[in-house]
């Protein structure tokens, strides 16, 4: 039966292949940003809405969509009033 410590070394042992496996892809990962950013620097608005975008589509971003707040929780109806 294993113990609690051989437990444990295994599973920071696993630990540890994982965390090298991600500091490899994030070094991987880096100039991309790094020419992202310079971009950015340099970007107008319709070019950095096309960078959004294309992270949103790699899955670096998440969509977020624009919720309208009303106070009390009601919706807002449109209607004019006229005054005579």
């Known amino acids: ?3 609690a410590a051989y437990n444990k070394y295994n599973k920071l042992k696993k ?3 994982y965390l090298q496996e991600q500091i490899a ?3 991987m990962r880096y100039p991309i ?3 992202l950013l310079e971009q950015l620097d340099q970007a107008d608005f319709n070019t950095a ?3 959004r975008q294309e992270l949103i589509h790699q899955g670096y ?5 624009i919720k309208r707040i009303v106070p009390g929780g ?4 449109n209607c004019r009033t006229f005054q005579k």
């Open 74 to 77: 009601k919706r807002k109806r």
């Open 61 to 65: 971003l998440k969509d977020q969509k």
């Open 49 to 51: 809405s096309e960078i």
């Open 1 to 3: 039966m294993p113990s």
């Open 25 to 27: 892809i994030t070094k």
């Open 15 to 17: 630990g540890q292949t």
């Open 33 to 35: 940003f790094e020419g």
